[in-house]
């Protein structure tokens, strides 16, 4: 309730991007206050065994992550941990710093909980990221918590399609040793020609080379996932699911923004006066679920789903793990509703568990996998 006073009455009158700004220097500086996020995570992340998920090769406290683009640069996911976060996305970062496409680049559209972006992967680059990555034992106050951090990476601007996997190999190889995991970014709208990298003649040597940078650098196993657009056809996610079968990819995500514009309340003059750009929020919503129950059919129990698009409650999160997703991730939702909503969202997730029976996410997930194995043939085994 406080918070959505402060958004009607102070951060919704800031241009968005500007907002998110500030409302990211207010994180920041909790995180910077002894004792304060170990304080934060107690009392928001709910500690409840129901909700706890070991997924790619980690335990997590929950499921609910924050997704790649609230910070880019790795400025404080400790901090954003600490509000209730299972694990938290940097990025995406890229090998090159860049400033990103010029301003204004991030837009709401508050009548849809929505927002539209073309901010063009700005941040300071990989390097820098993975500096700050490592120095994290080192700034975080004594007694606060190291979160599940996971990385992001995409292609800088200026190299061309024919270089990418050069491109991504440099950042794969500084992040290895400090990401818990590693995503592989082809998906979003903002980077000309990003989108083009989902062609799987294209992405299969990418993802090969990424893999072969993460085990050149380090003996630990870093787990790889591809992050794909809730645009592609029925078709392509057909062919990229069997790609990272083949490629023994450890997940998917599922899915980034979309280029459509279709069945939003804000008059379409409005949406089309804001120009270019990623869709996120609910509008995305049903064909991100679609993607998720094709996905899973198409690859059954061998790797780790990860849902995004549309998330907002409880209800919504778990909606997506009875479809398949192991872990499930927000970003606009989180702009909306504000610091406590994590907490809120395990909450009620917790209770939506517990009320069909389920002991864990785990379970309610294989359930659904035994029921799409029975009923449908063709889900692969």
Known sequence: MLYRALFKLFFRRLPAETAHQVGF??????GMVPGLPALLRRTLLTDDPVLRVSALGLDLPGPLGLAAGFDKDALAPDALAALGFGFVEIGTVTAR?????????LFRLTADRALINRMGFNNAGSTAAAARLRQRAEVTPAGGPMAVVGANIGKSKVVAEADAVAD??????????????????????N?????????????????????????DTTDRHVPLLVK?????????????ADLALE???????????????????????????LGAGGLSGPPVKVRALEVLHRLRARVGTRMVLIAAGGIESGDDAYERIRA?????????????????????????????????GYSSVAEAV??????????EPGVAE
């Open 25 to 30: 220097a207010m994180i920041r500086l909790a």
């Open 97 to 105: 710093p860049q400033p990103g496409n010029p301003r204004p680049r």
């Open 168 to 189: 991504y190999t440099a950042s794969a190889t500084r992040l290895a040793d400090v990401a818990d995991y590693l995503v592989v970014n082809v998906s979003s709208p």
């Open 191 to 215: 980077t000309p020609g990003l989108r083009n990298l989902q062609a799987v003649e294209v992405l299969r040597p990418l993802l090969q080379a990424v893999r072969q940078s993460l085990d």
């Open 228 to 240: 794909i657009a809730p645009d592609l056809t029925d078709e392509q996610l057909d062919a990229v």
């Open 247 to 273: 490629l023994q990819l450890d997940g998917i995500i599922a899915t980034n923004t979309t280029i459509s514009r279709a069945g939003l309340a804000t008059p379409a003059d409005e949406v089309a006066a």
């Open 324 to 356: 398949g997703a192991t872990l499930v991730q927000a970003y606009t939702a989180f702009i909306y509703a504000g610091p406590f909503w994590p907490r809120r969202v395990h909450r009620e997730l917790a209770a939506r568990l517990r009320a069909d």
């Open 366 to 375: 294989g359930a659904e996998l035994a029921v799409q194995s029975e009923g």
